[in-house]
């Protein structure tokens, strides 16, 4: 089955500087990768996917870059705010999205005044 | 627009007992989906339904877990006996396949915890 690990676990930064969480998958079917942010006691948001047929997204500050040789990909976050402090989780599956997620374990993002 | 409903919020209860969680999904969505998160553990995916039929219940942990879906607006995850290590927030999420697909969306969650 597919394995997907995420680092760095931790991630400080100064507001107003970048972010960049990078995840690997092992299954190279996996063709859908979406990422989550998670603030404390609440549910899992999706604020960005990609399919393989793509190397890059963008939506706002957000962006993410796949490399499916490689079998990696990144979430970046730019101009960092206060209220993207969350854990970002990074996830992978085949069938265009329609099977079930593995998820990485996670990115406690934090975002120093 | 309504999202995923998920009910109770909160369940505590001792072990032994007989636990039902249960999920409406976003109107429309044809893909159901229920995961557990732990701190040990992380998400993980335990079964998910298409078109209210299962395709994959390989993370059903043992047999006390069972998951139904009787329509396309409801499904329940059972537990019975409950046990402290079922102790997590079990999640419901939704999404749809067509022109691209939609992502998944979850629900609020389950907090439940086995005494």
């Known amino acids: 089955g597919e394995n997907v690990e995420q680092h760095p676990s931790t991630l400080s930064v100064q507001e107003g500087d970048s972010a960049v969480i990078k995840c690997t998958y092992s299954?190279?079917?996996?063709?859908?990768f979406p990422w989550y942010k998670q603030e404390l006691g609440k549910r899992p948001q999706l604020i960005i996917d990609?399919?393989?047929?793509?190397g890059e997204k963008k939506d706002q500050r957000i962006a993410v870059t796949l490399n499916k040789t490689a079998k990696h990909f990144s979430l970046h976050i730019t101009e960092t705010q206060p209220e993207d402090s969350a854990v970002y989780f990074c996830?992978?599956?085949?069938?265009?999205?329609?099977?079930?997620?593995?998820f990485g374990k996670g990115t406690h993002l934090i975002i120093q005044p | 627009d309504a999202g995923v409903i998920q009910s109770p919020r909160h369940e505590v209860t001792e072990m032994g007992q007989e636990v039902t969680l249960r999920c409406k999904p976003i109107?429309?969505?044809?893909?159901l989906f229920w995961y557990r998160q732990t701190m040990m553990r992380g998400l993980e995916l335990l079964i998910y339904?298409?078109?209210?039929?299962?395709?994959?219940d390989s993370g059903m942990p043992e047999d006390r877990f069972s998951a139904k879906m009787p329509n396309a607006s409801f499904s329940t995850l059972k537990i019975q006996p409950s046990e402290p290590r079922d102790s997590a927030v079990y999640f419901c999420?939704?999404?749809?396949?067509?022109?691209?697909?939609?992502?998944?969306?979850f629900g609020p969650g389950t907090r439940l915890t086995v005494l």
């Open positions: 299954d190279s079917a996996s063709n859908y």
């Open positions: 990609i399919r393989s047929n793509v």
């Open positions: 339904f298409n078109n209210n039929v299962p395709i994959d």
């Open positions: 999420a939704s999404s749809f396949l067509l022109a691209g697909g939609s992502g998944q969306f």
């Open positions: 109107s429309g969505h044809d893909y």
């Open positions: 996830a992978a599956t085949e069938g265009g999205g329609a099977d079930g997620l593995t």
